[in-house]
């Protein structure tokens, strides 16, 4: 069967004009056709159809049986699984709704309400539209007139319906059409109508643009004390609101991250401690909960009760992340349910862009960091160097670098395993994060190697710095290999080189001076000799002959990585 809706445009193609609305538009638009009744006493024949819900709010059945006790007659169609066929609706009064059960296959997304009188006469129907693809479209199209011939088509339509769907209610239903037959249209109760129609769909637009802001914020940008900002200013600014605040919980012992608005620009450290104990409250109410929290105000309310309030969690695949709250300081303030759901709307928003924006950190970090020793990795060392270089030359500061080298690594490799090996340099990142200060960056430069920038600090700043490495090294014990130690080379800009390749040479070649004579040492540029300063790195230093000179004509004396580098083979 066709729907109303559907009826009636065929009918009347010219005359209606079909605007798609947002689902709580639609449920807003309904209750000002009711409200008509209710403010104006109206003794008119009232017929609506209700999309079904299983549970029924007390506010949804009081407002059903109040518009049946004051229109003349009240039918709604509701499907038998609507919780309104479960519930008793008279209260006493000589007029009552009537239910109207829709039988299967009727539309189930169809929506309308009718009022007819001789003095006034209107309709509003909907129906759910897929697009091209098959998909539920973004709203619903609707149609509503307050021209008495097509509230009369309407009425016919519902007269076929019924006498065909349920005989047994046909002729009440008829009685209630001849009673109430639309022959005028009140001037002045269009006007309070479509006055409030024109106000909604505003107010409707208004919401769009702040979601429309919203979602250019979040696609705009990963950066997400930004997008959360904007979307706090957005919320507060569309639902007139005193303050809005929004938070989100931190993950892996992070702290929380909460962002607020202020309509009157007050004073975000007063205010917002106020509205984040607020928040905190509400975290732990909503918890594991989908519905929302509505604290309406009341008609004798003062400026002595809490002021009204709504709130929604941010959840994310069952998972709760936060709260988007808002408050009004209008102590008489209903929240509508457009209103609600538009901080549902937002609150998805947010999450997916939490979600993502973690997301895009983790493989940040992931990309930027050594996984065996958790330090930065050598992309992230060349990037933080280039900037630690440039702000230095901008300030007239100095930049120093130290390279670090575990002594003989091989043989712990092979002697103990590279698990061992793995634990070495893991417990080797563990101390040079503990040693070092929150503006210096240590990285794993390869290998056994590692690189420290150290920001501000001269040359013998960091030469007490790479001691206190060395000696901390030196203590250090690892499991089943017992301590190891470590050579180290200390350069710095702009004394030693004058750019990042000329820096990272000049503390190579005082690193390779550090292991050349003996290890477990810290030398630097200063250390090293005129005719080395310009020769390239890592060049046979003493031929053979020399060498075991060095240790006393003992080749055997000599470290197992130099006598590698004396045998001819």
């Known amino acids: 069967m066709l729907s109303l809706y559907s009826a009636l445009l065929a009918q009347h193609s010219r005359q209606l004009t079909p605007v798609r609305c947002a689902e709580p538009t639609i449920v807003q638009l309904h209750r ?29 059945v009081a407002r059903v049986r109040e518009v049946g006790r004051l229109a003349r007659y009240a039918f709604f169609f509701a499907a038998p699984e ?44 909907s129906v759910r539209t897929e697009d091209e693809e098959g998909q539920e479209a973004a709203g619903d199209e609707v149609i509503w007139s307050f021209e008495p011939d097509i509230v009369y088509s309407a009425l016919e339509y519902l007269m076929a319906r019924v006498t065909a769907e349920q005989p047994d209610r046909a002729h009440l239903f008829s009685k209630a059409v001849r009673t109430c037959v639309p022959k005028t249209t009140s ?18 637009a208004v919401r ?12 705009s940008t990963l950066e997400l004390p930004s997008v959360l900002q ?34 009157d620009g007050a004073d975000e ?27 309406d105000g009341c008609i004798n309310a003062d400026e002595s009760d809490a002021c009204p309030m709504a709130a929604v969690p941010v959840i994310y695949h069952d998972r709760t992340m936060g709260v988007l709250m808002v408050t009004s300081d209008d102590p008489q303030r ?54 630690d270089l440039h702000l230095a030359t901008r300030m007239r500061q100095p930049v120093s670098l130290i390279l670090l080298d575990i002594d003989y690594f091989k043989r712990v490799n092979d002697t103990h395993g590279h698990d061992a090996g793995d634990a070495a ?8 994060r503990e040693e070092v200060r929150g503006v210096d960056t240590a990285a794993r430069y390869g290998g056994e190697e590692f690189a420290i920038i150290l920001p501000q600090a001269g040359h013998e700043g960091a030469k007490v710095v790479a001691e206190r490495l060395r000696s901390r090294i030196e203590r250090t014990e690892v499991p089943g290999v017992g301590c190891i130690t470590a050579s180290l080379g200390v350069a710095t800009f702009p004394n030693d080189a004058s750019s990042r390749e000329l820096l990272v040479t000049s503390a190579d070649r005082a690193l390779f001076l550090a292991k050349r004579t003996g290890r477990n040492r810290v030398c630097s540029t200063e250390d090293l000799p005129p005719e080395d300063i310009f020769s390239p790195p890592y060049e046979p230093v003493l031929p053979a002959r020399e060498t075991s000179e060095v240790y006393n004509g003992l080749p055997s004396e000599a470290p197992a990585d130099v006598q590698e580098s004396c045998n001819p083979s």
């Open 32 to 60: 000002y056709f009711e409200d008509v009744v209710l403010e104006n006493n109206l003794a008119a024949l009232v017929v609506e159809s209700l999309l079904p819900e299983a549970q029924r709010s007390l506010r949804d």
């Open 187 to 204: 001037l002045q109760l269009t006007v309070s109508v479509t006055t409030k129609l024109a106000r909604l769909l505003q107010e409707q």
């Open 208 to 219: 769009e643009i702040a979601v429309n802001r919203i979602s250019t914020a979040i696609r």
């Open 230 to 263: 904007t979307t706090v200013n957005e919320v507060g600014r569309a639902l007139g609101a005193e303050s809005s605040a929004l938070n989100i919980e931190g993950e892996h012992g992070q702290a929380s991250l909460t962002k607020f608005y202020f309509r």
């Open 334 to 387: 209903l929240w509508q349910e457009n209103e609600v759901m538009l901080l549902r709307t937002v609150a998805d928003q947010v999450a997916v862009a939490v979600n993502h924006a973690r997301l895009f950190q983790q493989m940040q970090h992931q990309a930027l960091t050594d996984g065996l020793t958790g330090c930065f990795n050598r992309r992230f060392f060349e990037i933080q160097l280039e900037r």
């Open 269 to 295: 450290e007063d205010a917002g401690a106020e509205l984040l104990s607020d928040l905190e409250a509400l975290g732990v109410r909503l918890r594991g909960r989908i519905k929302s929290y509505v604290h």
């Open 425 to 432: 340099l893991r417990i080797l990142a563990n101390a040079l």
């Open 82 to 125: 609507d919780g309104l066929c479960a519930v008793d609706l008279s209260d006493g009064s000589e007029r009552e709704p009537i239910l109207l059960n829709k039988p299967d296959g009727c539309e189930s997304y169809e929506r309308f309400v009718v009022i007819a009188d001789a003095r006034f006469s209107a309709l509003m129907a």
